[in-house]
């Protein structure tokens, strides 16, 4: 349906992380006090694959060839926030390193924040970081997006990033830990609620905000939302299963975490298998969902790869 389109993933992708990437780099530049600043920058700017900025890009991309604007536009309409979107993804990672949660040393390969800075100054790197991707997302998204899409999009990060998103995921999470032989029927709901808030959530945030930017009409927004639930729903499967197949060498982290922790995922639920079959109806469901929404081949491309890519990475 979507595979005959020449299309340069690996050229876009580093493209559009090295535009992210310079950005990151003017906001987070030299600061007082600078420990602090530095413990940020270790974290943001440090490595990552920027799935969920790359993800507001694309989706911004493939909303303005529909609204009439050009794709240079599009991304200087959307690039605050998805600098925004990885200042929380990695905030994120700071607090859930920390010895109070997963107590991780290593993360993309190297000691985690709390490691090199101590875990008072992790601990507010990753508040300074929380807060100032609403002031970046509100101070630099240029005027030409009207105010009341910004508010909808300010709003709508907020929800994702609170006790309705990611913080009431990773609590829910952690309440998981030694549930893992728990009945298949009663696992299914569970791990559905902790996977949609944990990570679903802003990877969601991340195309919808991208497409909503841009004035995407309710057609492709709605399309675009449950692509957005498709891939996060895609990634933390991937996750799980990377958890039991990976090596510290890919991964970057250590492996075997989820397992020893007698954590329920999708692989304690379902096996490897059953998590593979999973993945495989996804990858279809969601690539039909952008066809369905009268994407082109060509503009649904980078979302369309960037759902294998998801799927089928390696780290
Ligand atoms: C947002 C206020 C606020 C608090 C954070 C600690 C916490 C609350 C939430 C934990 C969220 C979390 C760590 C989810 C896991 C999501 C996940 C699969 C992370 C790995 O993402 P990748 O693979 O990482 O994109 P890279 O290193 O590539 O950026």
């Given amino acids: 349906m979507f595979t ?6 690996q050229q876009y992708l580093g493209q559009t992380r090295a535009r992210i990437q310079t950005e990151l780099e003017k906001l987070l530049a030299d600061n007082d006090p600078e420990i602090l600043w530095e413990a940020m920058r270790y974290s943001v700017l440090g490595g990552g694959k920027r799935i969920r900025g790359v993800l507001c890009l694309a989706a911004a991309e493939a909303a303005a060839s529909k609204s009439g604007i050009s794709v240079d536009e599009a991304v200087a309409l959307v690039l605050p926030c998805a600098c925004a979107i990885e200042m929380i993804h990695a905030m994120s990672l700071i607090h859930d390193d920390l010895p109070c949660m997963d107590n991780d040393d290593l993360r993309r390969g190297r000691p985690t924040n709390h490691k090199v800075f101590g875990e008072a100054t992790a601990l507010l790197a990753g508040d300074a970081l929380l807060v100032m991707a609403s002031e970046v997302l509100m101070s630099r998204t240029p005027e030409q997006v009207g105010k009341a899409y910004l508010i909808d999009v300010a709003l709508e990060l907020a929800r994702t990033s609170g006790a309705r998103g990611l913080v009431g995921g990773q609590v829910a999470d952690m309440a998981s830990t030694g ?22 959530a802003l990877i969601k945030f991340s195309v919808w905000s991208g497409a909503r930017l841009c004035g995407a009409d309710q057609v492709l927004l709605k399309a675009i939302k449950r692509y957005g639930e498709i891939l996060g729903l895609s990634f933390q499967i991937a996750d799980d299963l990377l958890d039991v197949t990976g090596s510290v060498e890919s991964l970057g982290k250590t492996p075997g975490k989820d397992q020893a922790a007698g954590k329920l995922t999708w692989v304690s639920a379902y096996g490897v298998e059953g998590a593979r079959a999973k993945l495989s109806d996804l990858e279809q469901e969601g690539k039909s969902i952008l066809h369905q929404a009268g994407l082109s081949c060509q503009t649904a491309a980078p979302l369309t790869a960037l759902l294998e890519y998801s799927i089928h990475r390696q780290n």
Avoid: Q
């Avoid at 005959?4 to 993933?9: L, P, Q, S, T």
């Avoid at 032989?181 to 679903?200: C, N």
């Fill in 4 to 9: 005959d389109v020449a299309f340069d993933f």
């Fill in 179 to 200: 549930l893992m032989d728990m009945p298949p029927s009663v696992a299914a709901e569970k791990l559905s609620m902790i996977h949609e808030r944990k990570t679903g």
